[in-house]
């Protein structure tokens, strides 16, 4: 069955820095890729998602992602984070072609001041 | 346009008590989701609803379940609650019934403590 795998459960990094979290997707036919974002305190809310076309996807607040196939990877980057992208990060994808959707375990990011 | 909403916000309960929870999707929203969040395990999907029918399910047992109503809002229950039953439960709704190629609209979740 298709998972969808988040490699950093925790990273910790100072304003500036360059992001880059990894996920990686199972399924192999068409698929729809998604990044969600959960702020402290907020709902879950989209941050970016991918249906086809241009695989480089840009976001909300300076956010991108790469959907890469051969590598069944979409990994969310920004290249100067902010204290205000503290959150915790999901990736998900639908488990099959129409099938629901599962996300990743997610990556809790923390930016130092 | 008021978002998702979920009641109550926060329950406890003890062991082998059942609970009821509700969610209200988005006006003119007909898919609604539910999640189970636990730290360390993300969200893990436990059902789909579109128009009244479920149309997924995901690998949790029978004590889970739900249902949808005819102007969309959905209720989850669990019975027999178990101390690992201990999560945030989040609904979801989106616009149609293609909801792998929608936006989910999160509601805020209920944070169910079992005791």
């Known amino acids: 069955a298709q998972s969808v795998s988040q490699h950093n459960h925790h990273v910790i990094l100072s304003e500036a820095a360059s992001l880059e979290l990894g996920c990686n997707y199972s399924y192999g036919g068409t698929v729809n890729l998604f990044w969600y974002v959960q702020y402290p305190g907020q709902h879950l809310q989209l941050l970016l998602k991918y249906f086809s076309g241009d695989p480089l996807v840009k976001g909300i607040k300076g956010f991108e992602a790469e959907f890469i196939k051969s590598k069944f990877s979409f990994n969310l980057r920004k290249p100067s984070v902010q204290w205000s992208d503290t959150a915790e990060y999901f990736c998900a994808a639908p488990q099959n072609r129409d099938d629901k959707i599962i996300f990743g375990k997610g990556t809790r990011l923390h930016i130092l001041p | 346009k008021a978002g998702v909403t979920q009641t109550p916000r926060y329950l406890i309960k003890t062991r082998g008590q059942q609970v009821t929870l509700s969610c209200s999707p988005i006006?003119?929203?007909?898919?609604v989701s539910w999640y189970q969040q636990t730290p360390g395990q993300g969200l893990q999907f436990l059902f789909e609803y579109f128009s009244e029918t479920q149309r997924n399910k995901g690998n949790f047992p029978g004590r889970f379940s739900g249902r949808q109503f005819s102007n969309s809002r959905s209720e989850m229950n669990v019975s027999t609650l178990e101390l690992g039953d201990s999560a945030l439960y989040l609904c979801a709704s989106s616009l149609g019934h293609r909801s792998t190629n929608e936006k989910l609209f999160f509601g805020s979740g209920t944070q169910l403590s079992v005791l």
């Open positions: 006006s003119g929203h007909r898919s």
